[in-house]
């Protein structure tokens, strides 16, 4: 912009210079005038130079063309150029009702109107009626329209502001609901470990107590409490991790991979088609159980909020990891589900595992859920 304002303050400085060295008019206020060519073009750079801050200093620009014109008209020759007068005069006007502060937009108007009564004093073929009129509807016209362009750059901004501030207060709210999912699954994890625990409590006894009756059965009951422990110690590294000063833990039993099918007739009962595929897996760990079955569940959820169709479910272990595939079969929006918070929910669940998951819109139709979770998973690292 401050290039344009450059390249138009230079023609018209060029063109004003033309005129005065070279003796050819293009029109104005008061025909062609002769002599005083140095104070003419003195007064012609006056009027055309400081076009190239029109936008960073309005007001100044404003009055420095006032009053060249009016030295113009009072002083020199009783003749105002288009290129170089007229003109520069409207573009001012126009550039101080756009960028010139509230409170003074409207000081320019003042300007012109005091050099257009020296111009009808000093050149008598303007105070007819028609040429006064004119004069002020060009005048009140350049403004208004600098002040259109005002009023909707500032309403531009407001709308800025506002879809500022309300990707402010939905990522304030992601956040939230983050953070609330955080603490359900260390909830979650929270039972896994005490029931562990607890086990271990039941198993020792029985260890103890066998020790010297059944020596192989002790052994056998001080491995599972070795298995136990390391699993809860997994797990309870998986627990700080995410834990946030949660309260409110849950007492109900959790579910798992074995819950599926009783998951998907639930759906059935709600009006959505579900198709399980569940495969033979092997033992897995209470918390993975736990997050593979919250997944599921989740994806189910968001097939009924948004797809309102059939939906297939397979599950099966493959190299090392334990695969879920969730696809529905309907025409529902995917960026509304993307919106939403549940899949944040699967992706914190999927990521505590080391695992990996993908929702998008199936290239065959409907959309698609993935994820894999290794059957052995990596413990985080937590200090505090």
């Known amino acids: 912009m401050v290039a344009i304002d450059a390249a138009l303050a230079g023609a018209l400085l060029a063109a004003g210079q033309s005129q005065v060295w070279f003796g050819w008019s293009d029109g104005g206020v008061g025909g062609l005038a002769h002599g005083h060519e140095l104070a003419r073009a003195v007064i012609v750079a006056a009027c055309t130079a400081p076009l190239a801050w029109r936008r960073s200093r309005p007001l ?92 909707r750059t500032r309403q531009a901004d407001r709308n800025v502001d506002q879809a500022r501030a309300l990707l402010a207060e ?55 409490i070795e298995s136990a422990a390391r699993t809860s110690v997994g797990e309870l590294q998986r627990l700080l991790a995410l834990l946030r000063g949660h309260e409110g833990v849950g007492r109900d039993p959790q579910p798992g991979l074995a819950d599926l099918p009783a998951l998907a007739e639930r759906t059935r009962v709600a009006g959505i088609d579900v198709e399980l595929s569940l495969s033979d897996l092997p033992p897995l760990d209470a918390g993975l159980d736990l997050a593979a079955y919250r997944i599921v569940q989740e994806a189910l959820t968001n097939v009924l909020k948004h797809a309102h169709a059939p939906a297939v479910v397979s599950v099966c272990c493959a190299e090392g990891c334990l695969h879920i595939r969730i696809r529905d079969l309907g025409l529902g929006s995917a960026e509304e589900v993307r919106l939403g918070h549940g899949l944040a929910g699967m992706r914190e669940r999927a990521q505590l595992y080391g695992g990996t998951l993908r929702a998008a819109p199936d290239p065959a139709g409907g959309f698609l859920v993935e994820a894999r979770l290794p059957l052995s998973p990596e413990v985080p690292t937590w200090s505090g």
């Open 60 to 151: 100044v620009v404003t009055a420095v063309l006032c009053a060249a014109l009016m030295t113009q008209l009072l002083a020199v020759a009783p003749q105002v150029p288009f290129l170089t007068g007229l003109l520069p005069l409207l573009v001012a006007n126009y550039s101080t009702a756009v960028y010139a502060p509230a409170h003074w937009r409207a000081a320019s108007l003042l300007g012109v109107g005091a050099v257009e009564a020296v111009m009808y004093l000093r050149v008598p073929a303007e105070r007819v009626s028609g040429e006064v009129l004119f004069g002020a509807f060009v005048a009140l016209g350049s403004w208004l329209a600098g002040d259109v362009v005002w009023y």
């Open 170 to 224: 939905r990522e304030m709210w992601a956040r939230r609901a983050a953070d609330e999912e955080r603490g359900r699954i260390a909830r979650e994890l929270h039972d896994v470990i005490a029931h562990s625990v607890s086990l271990m409590g039941v198993q020792a006894g029985a260890a103890r107590i066998m020790l010297s009756e059944d020596p192989d059965a002790a052994r056998a009951a001080l491995q599972q």
